[in-house]
């Protein structure tokens, strides 16, 4: 399917399974000849660890980039890395002096037409338990810049080269910063410049300095910024000749909204990126991480559907004030209530109807026999 078509999932409103089935197949596959993978937070009893065994085990080149420092999961980390290493896998403990939080992993496998490698990146762990509770994206691909910018990746992390100049992948802590703050000031030239200028942005905190100056700066030019930080935000919104045009919203619901996500009107030439980072400090200078571009027009158009709908909730959507309270907005009288994971899982359960209606496969549950 890949080789057809780039993917995007949107989890936990898509299954994880195809994730955890790539590294199931790559591992079984005799033609594939190289799995190299980021692992920051895995599952307990892991399939995907159980998959790197294998192939390893099946004598494939198995590179795994471990980070011991994951917050409270360093022993276990540590346990399996050793089990990974004992199955024959090369496994590499971070990078000096920065955490590894890049979620990558790239697949080289043997085809009549030469090799071809395949790239899974994403916005969340590879942890197939946590994805049935926090919303992340997530893209499998084969397109060539991409798979190129994976193999530069990698072999920055194992030391084989300098920091690359990417085509698709933008990393910290080389370029990532700087991305950002020229995508942000790209929208407030189009603002000065009398055009319409937007920012629609979706992260876990947001404390950058740099950051917050620059998107003040585009709010006093005319940018509209919407803001959906589920954190902590050291930016203050609504302060008159400051931040007037920003917009601060916190949704805290079921599921733990871990995904980011960043969306540039550009003059209409609309830019969506998914990314590891939040704009803070430590994943702008002190990480490895990586941002990329959705470019398909379908993929966008399910971001932004994802960004935009968040600031329509009206049940647990809570709205940053210039004073730094949040405050849930009062629902205008006869205004329908909008829950928006409940909106994204509704969705998601017609598209999967439509889909089996387009396959004629109908899978019936087994009645429970009466005891």
């Not at 403990?93 to 920065?98: F, T």
Request: net charge positive; hydrophobic share 40%.
């Amino acid at each position: 399917m890949i080789d057809e078509r780039d993917v995007l999932l949107y989890h936990p409103y898509d299954a994880y399974d195809p994730v955890v089935a790539l590294l199931e197949q790559a591992a079984e596959d005799p033609d594939v000849l190289a799995i190299k993978q980021t692992l920051y937070r895995v599952s307990v009893g892991s399939p995907m660890i159980a998959s790197l065994q294998r192939a390893a085990e099946a004598n494939k080149q198995v590179t795994v980039l471990v980070e011991l420092t994951a917050r409270f999961d360093e022993e276990r980390n540590i346990r399996w890395a050793r089990a990974l290493e004992a199955a024959g896998a090369h496994v590499i403990y971070g990078v000096r002096g920065y955490k590894t939080h890049a979620k990558i992993c790239l697949i080289v496998r043997r085809t009549p037409d030469g090799l071809r490698r395949y790239v899974h990146v994403g916005t969340g762990n590879y942890n197939e338990r946590t994805a049935r509770i926090y919303t992340d994206f997530g893209l499998m691909t084969a397109a060539t810049a991409f798979a190129e910018d994976a193999s530069a990746f990698f072999n920055t992390l194992t030391g084989y080269s300098d920091p690359p100049k990417m085509k698709k992948l933008v990393m910290a802590p080389t370029d990532l910063r700087r991305r950002f703050v020229r995508l942000i000031n790209r929208e407030r030239g189009r603002a000065e410049a009398g055009e319409p200028a937007e920012i629609v942005a979706k992260m876990n905190s947001l404390i950058d300095e740099e950051i917050i100056t620059s998107l003040y700066a585009a709010s006093q030019a005319g940018v509209r910024i919407h803001l959906n930080v589920r954190g902590i935000c050291a930016l203050r919104p609504g302060l008159p000749g400051i931040s007037e045009h920003i917009d601060v919203i916190s949704v805290v619901d079921r599921f733990l909204e871990h995904a980011r996500a960043y969306y540039f009107l550009n003059g209409g030439d609309e830019q969506v990126y998914l990314a590891s980072a939040d704009w803070m400090t430590r994943n702008l200078d002190k990480r490895v991480e990586l941002m990329f571009p959705v470019e398909h027009p379908e993929h966008r158009r399910v971001v932004l559907h994802a960004l935009r709908s968040m600031f329509k909730d009206n049940v647990k959507a809570r709205w940053l004030g210039a004073d730094g309270v949040y405050k849930r907005h009062k629902r205008p009288k006869g205004e329908e209530p909008c829950r928006v994971q409940h909106a994204l899982q509704d969705e998601a359960r017609k598209a999967a109807a439509l889909a089996r209606d387009r396959t004629g496969i109908v899978l019936v549950p087994e009645e429970r026999k009466a005891e």
